[in-house]
């Protein structure tokens, strides 16, 4: 089957710009999950959906991040302005149902680096 | 407050020897608890859960991992590492909320 698919794949910025992920999950997961990882660091959730309804956003900065998921499957993260400490690799995962009996697919990540 | 801790940031071992990463978590009541792999350029890949039960469960690749709830610990282990098993590993609990919370990870580098 296919995989959690995101692009861009690498994304380099200037600090104030705005930048926007975009994340496809697998065809039929009613879940999904923005995580975004520093370097040294595991990844840390940021934003959760469950089709197109936000389950958990409590560290997403809502000052300059959003997530959308519209129509309940593809979903776009957006930076903007963006600051420094935001360069990371962005993680999109997609489930069937919650984390607790379906195991999370992820895709290969965005790495964005803020200059 | 919830945490999880990997106290080793980077094991290097031979290529047939055994493995053994460490992973140990506070939190009030036992999480549900998983193993994650992340090789070079691909995404993350769960290798192992626990939820209850035996204590001693087995994961793809070979790898296995014992839940102790004495130590708070859930460390993976591995009989005889390959070459492709380098990587960088996470523990990651399941507290409340359903939250999956990641540790900061083991790199593990394989010698040949």
């Known amino acids: 089957e296919a995989g959690v698919a995101q692009s861009p794949r690498y994304k380099i910025i200037e600090k104030r710009q705005s930048v926007a992920f975009w994340c496809n999950p697998i065809?039929?997961?009613?879940?999904l999950y923005w995580y975004q990882q520093i370097l040294g660091q595991g990844p840390k959730l940021l934003i959760q959906f469950q089709n197109n309804g936000v389950v958990d956003d409590s560290q997403l900065p809502k000052d300059r991040f959003s997530a959308e998921r519209l129509k309940g499957v593809d979903s776009t993260l957006k930076i903007q302005p963006a600051k420094l400490e935001d360069s990371a690799v962005y993680l999109c995962?997609?489930?069937?149902?919650?984390?607790?009996?379906?195991?999370?697919?992820f895709g290969s990540g965005t790495q964005l680096s803020v200059l | 407050a919830q945490s999880v801790t990997q106290p080793d940031i980077h094991i290097t071992v031979s290529e047939g020897a055994s493995l053994e990463l460490r992973c140990n978590y506070s939190?009030?009541?036992?999480?549900?608890l998983f193993w994650y792999v992340q090789s070079p350029g691909q995404g993350l890949q769960l290798l192992l859960k626990?939820?209850?039960?035996?204590?001693l469960v087995q994961g793809i690749k070979g790898f296995e991992a014992e839940f102790k709830r004495s130590q708070s610990s859930f460390n993976l282990r591995k009989p005889s590492v390959h070459w492709s098993d380098a990587a960088e590993y996470f523990c990651?609990?399941?507290?409340?909320?359903?939250?999956?919370?990641f540790g900061t990870g083991t790199r593990l580098q394989v010698t040949l």
């Open positions: 065809s039929g997961h009613a879940t």
């Open positions: 939190y009030g009541a036992t999480p549900y």
């Open positions: 990651a609990p399941l507290g409340t909320a359903s939250k999956l919370t």
């Open positions: 626990y939820f209850s039960g035996d204590t």
């Open positions: 995962a997609s489930s069937l149902g919650g984390v607790r009996n379906e195991k999370l697919f």
